[in-house]
T-cell receptor, first 115, second 112 residues
């Protein structure tokens, strides 16, 4: 079955540091890949996505490239801010035989950015 | 455009009691999902609706959980009777039918 593995957290960085959160996946077929962010006390918000190999998703300074050869979708940001403190989830969406889209999530990585 | 609405936001009950959660998806979204998110884990799909029909409920503990989506719009998720391990955040998401899902703020359930 499908699975997503994220780097363990928590991750603590100083403001303006470079961020990488690793994500690898196992899937049959050709999944779409996502990063969702969850701020304290809130639901998940879509951060970025990529739907095919070599696509780069980007939003709010974050970016991730769909690497089919390494089955990875690592999240990066060049300079983090305190406001980026949140839990980040990597996910994949595949189309099972029923013809519907379902998300499989990683366990999440908590990021704390200190001034 | 209004987002996915959920209520209540918080609920505390004792084990063996029953509880219900409500979700109103984004207008026009045919697909609705309920997820369970246990502390420290990623969301796990419980049930998926397409309009008012069930697409997948294979991970729904049907001995105690039930869900419905009347008229293909709002949905309710019920737990009866609740167990301690049901303490979690219950997330509702909707989709226009493609891979991107839009999530509500969730209902945080604590079972004592």
């Amino acid at each position: 079955g499908n699975s997503v593995t994220q780097m363990e957290g928590p991750v603590t960085l100083s403001e303006e540091a470079f961020l990488t959160i690793n994500c690898t996946y196992t899937a049959t077929g050709y999944p779409s890949l996502f990063w969702y962010v969850q701020y304290p006390g809130e639901g998940l918000q879509l951060l970025l996505k990529a739907t095919k190999a070599d696509d780069k998703g980007s939003n709010k300074g974050f970016e991730a490239t769909y690497r089919k050869e390494t089955t990875s979708f690592h999240l990066e940001k060049g300079s983090v801010q305190v406001s980026d403190s949140a839990v980040y989830f990597c996910a994949l969406s595949d189309v099972p035989g029923a013809g519907s889209y379902q998300l499989t999530f990683g366990k999440g990585t908590k990021l704390s950015v200190i001034p | 455009e209004a987002g996915v609405a959920q209520s209540p936001r918080y609920k505390i009950i004792e084990k063996r009691q029953s509880v219900a959660f409500w979700c109103n998806p984004i207008s026009g979204h045919a697909t609705l999902y309920w997820y369970q998110q246990i502390l420290g884990q990623g969301p796990k799909l419980l049930i998926q609706f397409q309009n008012n029909g069930v697409v997948d409920d294979s991970q729904l503990p049907k001995d105690r959980f039930s869900a419905e989506r009347l008229k293909g719009v709002d949905s309710t998720l019920k737990i009866q009777p609740a167990k301690l391990e049901d303490s979690a955040v219950y997330l509702c998401a909707s989709s226009p039918g493609k891979e991107t899902q839009y999530f509500g703020p969730g209902t945080r359930l604590l079972v004592l």
